[in-house]
T-cell receptor, first 114, second 110 residues
Framework: NAGVTQTPKFQVLKTGQSMTLQCAQDMNHNSMYWYRQDPGMGLRLIYY?????TTDKGEVPNGYNVSRLNKREFSLRLESAAPSQTSVYFC????WGQGSDEQYFGPGTRLTVT | GQQLNQSPQSMFIQEGEDVSMNCTSSSIFNTWLWYKQDPGEGPVLLIALYKAGELTSNGRLTAQFGITRKDSFLNISASIPSDVGIYFCAGLNTGNQFYFGTGTSLTVIP
């Protein structure tokens, strides 16, 4: 049981390049989330998927798109990277409807945009 | 977006001392969660609280869900060097949205 996994762990992009961050969970959780973490700002929600087949914007969605590929996988895409998107990105999942509200995080992807 | 008020922002303590930190909000929460984050790692869930007044322990860690449902406290007893890290709270509101504190950075001096 690996929990929440993310790839890649590190990435450097040039301005304007695109990339997809991958996330998978093996806990049969219904909901999945993408956050960014910046110094002094805490975790900010980018997008979330309450259940398979649905996605919704969070607090800072501009410049990002997501895909809930199936119940296990939730990817985050940067279409045209900008230096302001330099951050640490965390994927998380929550059971919902299984008697628990606990949110579990992946190890993070550290992205630098030059 | 709403951030929870977490204090203190940082703490420097001697090994063996007890530690207390807290989170407050202007809104009511149904669930409080406490996490620890080591440098370069993802947050790890320490304790989950579901009822107002609830007191829950996990080893040397004890957390409480405030009676007003607007605050929560985390205590660490007899700190050890591996307690070093950033601790942050998260609250889940009635709209099923998570909100996060900005963290307490803990340094334990051997």
């Amino acid at each position: 049981n690996a929990g929440v996994t993310q790839t890649p762990k590190f990435q450097v992009l040039k301005t304007g390049q695109s990339m997809t961050l991958q996330c998978a969970q093996d806990m049969n959780h219904n909901s999945m989330y993408w956050y960014r973490q910046d110094p002094g700002m805490g975790l900010r929600l980018i997008y979330y998927s309450a259940s398979e087949g649905t996605t919704d914007k969070g607090e800072v969605p501009n410049g990002y798109n997501v895909s809930r590929l199936n119940k296990r996988e939730f990817s985050l895409r940067l279409e045209s990277a900008a230096p302001s998107q330099t951050s640490v990105y965390f994927c998380a999942s929550t059971p919902w409807g299984q008697g628990s509200d606990e949110q579990y995080f992946g190890p993070g992807t550290r992205l630098t945009v030059t | 977006g709403q951030q929870l008020n977490q204090s203190p922002q940082s703490m420097f303590i001697q090994e063996g001392e007890d530690v207390s930190m807290n989170c407050t909000s202007s809104s009511i929460f149904n669930t409080w969660l406490w996490y620890k984050q080591d440098p370069g790692e993802g947050p790890v869930l320490l304790i989950a609280l579901y009822k107002a007044g609830e007191l829950t322990s996990n080893g040397r860690l004890t957390a409480q869900f405030g009676i007003t449902r607007k605050d929560s406290f985390l205590n660490i007893s007899a700190s050890i060097p591996s307690d070093v890290g950033i601790y942050f709270c998260a609250g889940l509101n009635t709209g099923n949205q998570f909100y996060f504190g900005t963290g307490t950075s803990l340094t334990v001096i051997p």
